[in-house]
C-alpha cells in the first residue's frame, strides 16, 4: 500500500459517519446503533494513524519516536472488540446476557490496551521506524512482549468473531446470510493479517529475514479485511432495504388494475394536494390504497351479497382455495357495483340509502386488495360477471 491509499478507506467512513450520525444520535440508547458508529469510528482512526505521513507527523508532535506503534495498536486492539460487540448486539439474546458478554469483551480488551502503554513505556525504542517497526524491535524486550501481545489480541478476537458469525450464518436466509459469510471472510483476512506478521517476527526471533511479510503483505491484507469486512456488515442492510423499496413499488403496481377499475369513482383526480412521483415508495402506495377505499365507498350502496355469494361458489368450484374464491367474489362484486353504478346516473341507490341509514360497509371484514386487484385481471369468474352482470343479478 502507498502512503495516501491508507486515507482513501478512511475518507470512505468519515462520509459514512457525517450521513449516519444524525440516525445515531436520535437513537443513541440503542446498543445496536452505538456499536455500528463505534466500529465505523474505530476503522476511521485506525487507517489515519497507521498512514506513514500520520506516524511520522505524530512522533513529531509527541516528540517521543514510534509512539504511533502503541496507539495504532490499542486503536486496533479497541477496535477488535468494538467488532466483537456489534455481532453480539446484532445477534440479539436476552438483554442481560447480551450486556455481560459485551462488557467482558470490553473489560478483557481494556487490559490488553492498558499492558500495551505499560509495555511501550517500559521498552526502548529510540529509532524511528514507519513501515517495519515490528520486525524492526521484535529482539527488544518489553517492545517485544507489546507486539506479541496486539498480535494475539487481534487473531483472538477474529477467531471469536469467526466463530459467532459462522453457526449463525448457517441458522439464517437471505443477505443475512451472504454479510454474515462475506465478514468471516473478512475477519480471515484479519487473520491472515496477523499471520504475516507473527511469522515475520518470528524470523527475526531465528535470525531469518521475511520483513516483506510484514511491510508489504500484511497492509494490504489489513486493507482487504477492512474492506470486505464493512461490506459484510453494509449487504443486509442496504439490500433489505433495496428489497423493501422493491416490494413496496410491487404492491403499488399490483394494486393498479383495481385502481383503475375505481379511478373513475374516487376524487383523486380532484385532490388539492397531488402526491408527487419521486415522492417515497411507502406514501405512493398509501395514497393509492386509500383512493381504492374512496372508491369502493362510493360503491357501498350498490355491493349485491348474491353476486358475491354466486362468484365465491363459481370459484370454489373451479378450484380455487377458500382466501382466493373470497377474493375473487369481492372482485365480482365490486364489477357488478360498477356497472350498477353506471346504471344509476342520477344516483337514486345512493340517495335511497342517503336517506335511510347511510351506506354502511359490508361485515364480511377487511379484503385482500392485492388479491382483489389480480383477481380483476386474471379470474373467469370476475371475467364472466363483468360480461353478464345482468345475468347475475
Known amino acids: 500500500m ?24 436520535r437513537a443513541w440508547r440503542d ?4 456499536s455500528v458508529y463505534a466500529l465505523l469510528l474505530l476503522s476511521v482512526l485506525v487507517f489515519f494513524f497507521a498512514a506513514p505521513p500520520t506516524i511520522s507527523w505524530v512522533n513529531r508532535v509527541t516528540a517521543v519516536p514510534n509512539i504511533s506503534a502503541p496507539l495504532v495498536y490499542c486503536l486496533l486492539s479497541a477496535f477488535s472488540a468494538s467488532c466483537l460487540v456489534l455481532i453480539i448486539n446484532w445477534r440479539g ?32 525504542a529510540p529509532e524511528q521506524r514507519l513501515r517495519d517497526f515490528d520486525t524492526h524491535y521484535a529482539n527488544t524486550p518489553y517492545t517485544r512482549e507489546m507486539i506479541v501481545l496486539y498480535l494475539v489480541a487481534l487473531t483472538v478476537a477474529n477467531i471469536a468473531m469467526n466463530m459467532m458469525c459462522w453457526p449463525w450464518a448457517l441458522q439464517v436466509h437471505g443477505w443475512l ?11 480471515f483476512c484479519n ?28 497492509p494490504a491484507m489489513a486493507a482487504a479485511a477492512e474492506v470486505v469486512t464493512a461490506a459484510g456488515f453494509c449487504i443486509p442492510l442496504a439490500f433489505q432495504r ?3 423499496v422493491w416490494s413496496t413499488w410491487s404492491t403499488y403496481r399490483r394494486l393498479s388494475p383495481l385502481w383503475r377499475e375505481l379511478a373513475p369513482l374516487s376524487d383523486h383526480g380532484d385532490r388539492g394536494v397531488r402526491i408527487a412521483w419521486w415522492s417515497p415508495a411507502e406514501l405512493q402506495v398509501t395514497q393509492r390504497e386509500s383512493d381504492i377505499h374512496d372508491g369502493m365507498l362510493s360503491l357501498y350502496p350498490y355491493f349485491d351479497p348474491t353476486v358475491r355469494s354466486r362468484a365465491y361458489e363459481a370459484a370454489v368450484a373451479a378450484g380455487s382455495s377458500p382466501e382466493g374464491a373470497r377474493a375473487e367474489a369481492d372482485a365480482a362484486m365490486v364489477t357488478a357495483a360498477i356497472r350498477a353504478r353506471s346504471a344509476d346516473p342520477e344516483g337514486r341507490v345512493i340517495n335511497a340509502a342517503a336517506t335511510e341509514n347511510g351506506p354502511s360497509a359490508p361485515s364480511e371484514g377487511p379484503r385482500d386488495l392485492l388479491a382483489m386487484s389480480h383477481a380483476l385481471r386474471k379470474s373467469p369468474v370476475v371475467a364472466a360477471v363483468r360480461e353478464a352482470t345482468v345475468a347475475w343479478q
Open 191 to 218: 487473520i491472515a493479517f496477523a499471520a504475516a506478521k507473527m511469522t515475520a517476527v518470528i524470523a527475526r526471533w531465528n535470525g531469518e529475514n521475511l520483513d516483506y511479510l510484514s511491510t508489504y503483505v500484511a
Open 93 to 124: 439474546g436476552p438483554p442481560e446476557s447480551t450486556r455481560r458478554a459485551s462488557r467482558r469483551w470490553i473489560a478483557g480488551y481494556a487490559v490488553v490496551i492498558v499492558a500495551t502503554a505499560a509495555l511501550f513505556a517500559l521498552g526502548d
Open 31 to 34: 446498543p445496536l446503533l452505538r
Open 2 to 25: 502507498n502512503d495516501s491509499s491508507y486515507y482513501v478507506p478512511s475518507a470512505a467512513m468519515v462520509i459514512v459517519l457525517l450521513l449516519k450520525g444524525r440516525t445515531v444520535l
Open 177 to 187: 446470510r451472504v454479510g454474515l459469510l462475506v465478514i468471516v471472510a473478512g475477519f
Open 242 to 244: 433495496v428489497g423493501d
